[in-house]
């Protein structure tokens, strides 16, 4: 089982709509959350990483964070074509050896 | 703002054959890291490295060699391609020495091709 696992894996929003991605941790060590955005032919890019509980944003997206249950969450509103993307995302450990581990990724795609 | 080059874009090989790719970072970052991408699987770790000569495995290492020359380069190796090697291979920098605080900065990426 993978650590990271994402949800959907692909997902179709209209322009201006809400896109909502999903991501789960299986291990309790690996509790600190990062997305990146990587769009096709480039190398990913992060968006926002997110440490605590609750909520952060960052204009037009938003990451939820549920640290009991290592659920994190990133919303998009107002969605644009330019969003759609492969959205990863990342979860890293506490401390000690580090290793950044990648989710298999949600296919975001934004019709005009 | 800096840049990660990453060389060559495509690479087509034969099966077995030993091939080399290319990475240089003007961040003056300390770490770089190389990452195959699956489609389907994410982004998995091959090797990393802190500093000038420096290398840590990860999870995808074996099959795979890797040398950090300079702050500025790092070279990852296929030491046998097979078949199953097609995908894309990433570089990444960050300015730490490894760390949950840290932005990684991706290249755009080597594309693999093994017929």
């Known amino acids: 089982q993978q650590k990271v696992q994402q949800s959907p894996e692909s997902l179709s929003v209209p322009e201006g709509g809400m896109a909502s991605l999903n991501c789960t941790s299986s291990?309790?060590?690996?509790?600190y959350f990062w997305w990146y955005r990587q769009h096709s032919g480039e190398g990913p890019k992060a968006l926002m990483?997110?440490?605590?509980?609750g909520d952060k944003k960052e204009g037009r997206f938003t990451a939820h964070l549920n640290k009991a249950s290592l659920h994190v969450s990133l919303h998009i509103r107002d969605s644009q074509p330019s969003d759609s993307a492969l959205y990863f995302c990342a979860a890293s450990e506490l401390s000690g050896s580090w290793q950044l581990i990648f989710g298999s990724g949600t296919q975001l795609t934004v019709m005009p | 703002g800096g840049i990660i080059t990453q060389t060559p874009k495509f690479l087509i090989g034969q099966e077995g054959q030993k091939l080399t790719l290319k990475c240089q970072q003007n961040f003056n970052h300390d770490t770089m890291y190389w990452y195959r991408q699956d489609s389907g699987k994410g982004l998995r770790l091959i090797y990393y490295?802190?500093?000038?000569?420096?290398?840590q495995k990860g999870d995808l290492s074996e099959g795979y060699d890797a040398s950090r020359e300079k702050k500025s380069s790092f070279s990852l190796t296929v030491t046998s391609a097979q078949k199953n090697e097609m995908a894309v291979f990433l570089c990444a920098s960050s300015s730490g020495l490894g760390g949950i605080a840290e932005t990684l900065y991706f290249g755009s990426g080597t594309r693999l091709t093994v017929l």
């Open positions: 990483s997110i440490f605590s509980d």
């Open positions: 490295s802190i500093t000038e000569n420096d290398l």
């Open positions: 291990d309790r060590n690996f509790q």
